[in-house]
């Protein structure tokens, strides 16, 4: 693949992180490193700028950072919305969603799966998910999407999140462009029947002896909501033996619905109290993070979706940023000190 704006994750790597984004080049040196992860392809920031020029909103976008005031959340809020508005008011333009379309058609040529594959569409912005920052939860991911047209239109989702209130004040927050540079990811989608997240080290105390798994069924959707409590596993990255367990209320999950996107069910009450991994997997997912730790030369939190099949996917690696639950944030809520530290730095499980 060598148009102009898209390019194959597997060919891409940290130094293309200025074009596409940090989540796709993450991707593409997963991929590298020999770890499993779904196929897809990146579209490039140059899209975006081509969007905006394209229907002439360059103007608009200057006029509101102009009268924005990064000290003021009201102002901050009025300029996103301002753009967000004129962003998916706005259609693609024929080129570039006929690029989208070639890129899409090329991986359901690959995988086989017809010409309306699920996929799914995730926002890759500069900036994000570095060693200092990382944007998690604050924009968009579409999941199950199927047919171009709804490619094309997940992907201007993503473009206009990276206008949304709370990345527009994170970016104001650690001094950076105002304007959001945005790429995207777009992967085949994992039916996933557990999915989660792994710190390659204690995210609480930052004990590194130790891999860190949340999971629970379905797609991460549940867990990234805070509408479940996952279940929470320790295991020994040398023995891969359970250091501790505890087995959460997954009352729900969200599985693909009939008419494209997801949709939430009910989990039977017996699956409810049942972890939904076992040692040989969470075995497996040990051996995975290790490999991850080892290429990125850090720990890393990583999301990951297991599919019908078994098979285990790792669908998203970003950098530690920071560890640790208060003690005021323990005594508040009702979760474990990791579910804490999720919720606090963005990670869900194959969702963000």
Same mark, same amino acid.
């Given at each position: 693949m060598s148009d102009r704006h898209t390019r194959w994750l597997a060919d891409l790597r940290a130094d293309d992180t200025p074009r596409f984004g940090g989540k796709s080049t993450s991707l593409g040196e997963l991929l590298h490193a020999e770890v499993p992860v779904p196929p897809g392809f990146a579209l490039a920031t140059t899209a975006f700028d081509a969007f905006l020029a394209a229907a002439g909103l360059e103007g608009r976008v200057a006029e509101a950072l102009e009268h924005m005031d990064a000290r003021d959340i009201g102002s901050v809020q009025a300029a996103a919305e301002a753009v967000r508005a004129a962003v998916t008011a706005t259609p693609v333009p024929d080129d570039i969603c006929a690029e989208i379309g070639a890129g899409y058609a090329a991986l359901a040529a690959e995988v086989g799966g017809g010409d309306d594959i699920p996929v799914a569409v995730r926002s890759s912005a500069v900036g994000e998910d570095s060693a200092t920052a990382t944007f998690a939860g604050q924009q968009e991911t579409s999941l199950w999407v199927r047919g171009v047209d709804?490619?094309?239109?997940?992907?201007?989702?993503?473009?206009?999140?990276?206008?949304?209130?709370?990345?527009?004040?994170?970016?104001?927050?650690?001094?950076? +462009?105002?304007?959001?540079?945005?790429?995207?990811?777009?992967?085949?989608?994992?039916?996933?029947?557990?999915?989660?997240?792994?710190?390659?080290?204690?995210?609480?105390?930052?004990?590194?002896?130790?891999?860190?798994?949340?999971?629970?069924?379905?797609?991460?959707?549940?867990?990234?909501?805070?509408?479940?409590?996952?279940?929470?596993?320790?295991?020994?990255?040398?023995?891969?033996?359970?250091?501790?367990?505890?087995?959460?209320?997954?009352?729900?999950?969200?599985?693909?619905?009939?008419?494209?996107?997801?949709?939430?069910?009910?989990?039977?009450?017996?699956?409810?109290?049942?972890?939904?991994?076992?040692?040989?997997?969470?075995?497996?997912?040990?051996?995975?993070?290790?490999?991850?730790?080892?290429?990125?030369?850090?720990?890393?939190?990583?999301?990951?979706?297991?599919?019908?099949?078994?098979?285990?996917?790792?669908?998203?690696?970003?950098?530690?940023?920071?560890?640790?639950?208060?003690? +005021?944030?323990?005594?508040?809520?009702?979760?474990?000190?990791?579910?804490?530290?999720?919720?606090?730095?963005?990670?869900?499980?194959?969702?963000?």
């Open positions: 709804a490619v094309c239109d997940a992907v201007r989702d993503c473009w206009a999140s990276g206008w949304s209130t709370p990345a527009m004040s994170y970016r104001a927050r650690l001094g950076g +462009d105002p304007r959001p540079q945005m790429g995207v990811a777009i992967q085949l989608m994992v039916d996933a029947t557990v999915s989660g997240v792994m710190f390659t080290c204690n995210p609480v105390s930052g004990d590194p002896s130790v891999i860190a798994v949340n999971a629970s069924w379905g797609l991460g959707q549940g867990v990234v909501g805070g509408e479940v409590t996952p279940d929470e596993f320790f295991v020994s990255r040398v023995t891969r033996e359970i250091v501790r367990q505890t087995t959460g209320a997954k009352h729900v999950e969200y599985r693909p619905a009939a008419a494209g996107g997801t949709e939430r069910r009910p989990v039977a009450e017996e699956r409810q109290a049942e972890p939904c991994l076992g040692e040989e997997q969470l075995a497996e997912l040990v051996s995975v993070a290790r490999v991850v730790q080892r290429h990125f030369g850090g720990h890393q939190d990583v999301e990951w979706a297991i599919g019908p099949d078994g098979v285990l996917y790792v669908v998203q690696s970003r950098p530690v940023t920071a560890t640790g639950a208060t003690a +005021d944030e323990r005594e508040a809520a009702p979760m474990s000190a990791l579910s804490l530290v999720m919720n606090r730095f963005g990670a869900g499980g194959a969702g963000g």
